[in-house]
């Protein structure tokens, strides 16, 4: 049964409200017949302006995560942690109703709007911006390392790899966040694959190329690329080359060549684990002493480039990965 205007003014009168103080359009609200029917089939979500803005702009959230995992929202770069929110206050869905501002644009002279109240809920799911999941992406990647174009792994179509699609799908976090930490990782595609290099193939890798720089006389910091990937195509794969130099150095580009400064740092520091993956402890000295035979001439290895790859005992005489 619709109301009409006298009776919407007769309860305005009881519960003593002054109607020239509110909006002149009043909306009558009724349950339609599927309503409670419906009212577990609805989610209702609080989204912070800038999503909002997005997906105005035709963009999508994804919620990620598997069955043993606490669902989180993920926006192109940043993520969130989904959590209920309980409310005193019933909420309803209401598809025709129009807001204050809606009704002042249209400039509607209708006194008396009826909505059919299509579902409620009790409560709605908020959203709290976390850290990204990002421990599950090293786990997988670290399942089927890359050991070279010529390894029997390669050959075996058993082993587990993951394209861009998989990692979206399940690792908890935005796309850009994800991105940012393959690059972090190191991790390259090959084939289509995100990949991590197994250790050894990448020294072997490195070994190549500073070896290079060494017969050729080259600086550390201007190693030419085209140069490298001629010299040593040969002996691997030209992208496997290139993926090494940008481990380990920083790209840049002068009188229209391609070259790359090496990082001593991080040189000195693979041949440190290199060094250190099979010893269970080294005596420090000892050590340190085989770590500077170890590098490149020119390079000067240091304690402080160890940072969270080993430990040292209370007296600081051994050391141990």
């Known amino acids: 049964m619709k109301r009409t205007r006298e009776e919407v003014d007769a309860t305005l009168q009881i519960a003593k409200l002054n109607a020239a103080e509110l909006q002149p359009a009043a909306h009558c609200l009724a349950f339609g017949p599927g309503a409670c029917a419906a009212a577990g089939d609805f989610c209702l979500l609080e989204l912070e302006p800038a999503l909002c803005q997005q ?40 598809p025709d109703c129009k807001t204050p501002d809606q009704l002042k644009k249209e400039e509607t002279h209708c006194n008396i709007i009826h909505a059919e109240i299509f579902g409620f809920s009790n409560n709605y799911w908020e959203l709290r911006r976390c850290r990204p999941k990002l421990k599950k992406l090293k786990k997988l990647l670290m399942e089927n390392t890359y050991e070279g174009p010529n390894s029997q792994k390669e050959k075996d179509s058993n082993h587990s790899k993951y394209t861009t699609e998989d990692l979206l799908d399940q690792i908890q976090a935005s796309e850009e966040e994800i991105m940012a930490q393959l690059q972090v990782l190191n991790a390259c595609v090959i084939e289509g694959y995100w990949r991590l290099l197994e250790f050894d193939y990448e020294m072997k890798l490195l070994n190549h190329v500073t070896q290079l720089v060494d017969s050729e006389s080259w600086s550390f910091d201007k190693v030419p690329l085209n140069i ?45 684990q290199m060094l250190l993956q099979n010893a269970v402890k080294f005596n420090l000295a000892e050590f340190q002493e085989v770590w500077q035979q170890s590098v490149p001439e020119g390079m000067t290895t240091r304690l402080d480039q160890l940072k969270r790859l080993v430990w040292r005992e209370a007296n600081h005489r051994c050391i141990a990965h």
């Open 55 to 94: 997906l105005e702009a035709g963009h999508s959230l994804v919620i990620r995560g598997d069955k043993d995992e606490r669902a989180v929202l993920c926006s192109k770069d940043k993520t969130y942690d989904l959590k209920i929110a309980d409310t005193s206050n019933m909420l309803l869905f209401i």
């Open 228 to 272: 490298c990937l001629q010299e040593l195509g040969p002996l691997e794969p030209e992208a496997m080359i290139e993926h090494c130099l940008k481990c380990y150095g920083k790209k840049y580009v002068e009188e229209g060549e391609v070259y790359f400064a090496l990082s001593a740092d991080k040189i000195c520091r693979a041949t440190a």
